[in-house]
Nanobody
């Protein structure tokens, strides 16, 4: 059974930083691209970042480019999202996901106060 478990969310002031983690189990982690999405209250879920299976390629939404960094450690079956210079509009539930087979974590709440 595939499981993706996020952690690291919390409450932070604008301008601050958080690092999200996602640990995978039940699959050959190193063969999959990994993504982060987020969903703010009353809004649709949106793409944040993606990293290729070997970490060689990364992609970001324009809204987070230059502030967020996605990385992975295949030995730990983990993907990370380093979030710097956070803004109130980054407030959302953040999900890690494997898009192709449609695997999603339960999400972790990030709240940025102004």
């Amino acid at each position: 059974q595939v499981q993706l478990v996020e952690s690291g969310g919390g409450l932070v002031q604008a301008g601050g930083s958080l690092r999200l983690s996602c640990v995978a189990s039940g699959l050959t982690f190193s063969t999959y691209s990994m993504s982060w999405f987020r969903q703010a209250p009353g809004k649709e879920r949106e793409f944040v970042a993606r990293i290729s299976w070997n970490g060689a390629s990364t992609y970001y939404a324009d809204s987070v480019k230059g502030r967020f960094t996605i990385s992975r450690d295949n030995t730990k079956k983990s993907v990370y999202l380093q979030m710097n210079t956070l803004k109130p509009e980054d407030t959302a539930v953040y999900y890690c996901a494997i898009v192709g087979p449609d695997y999603w974590g339960q999400g972790t709440q990030v709240t940025v106060s102004s």
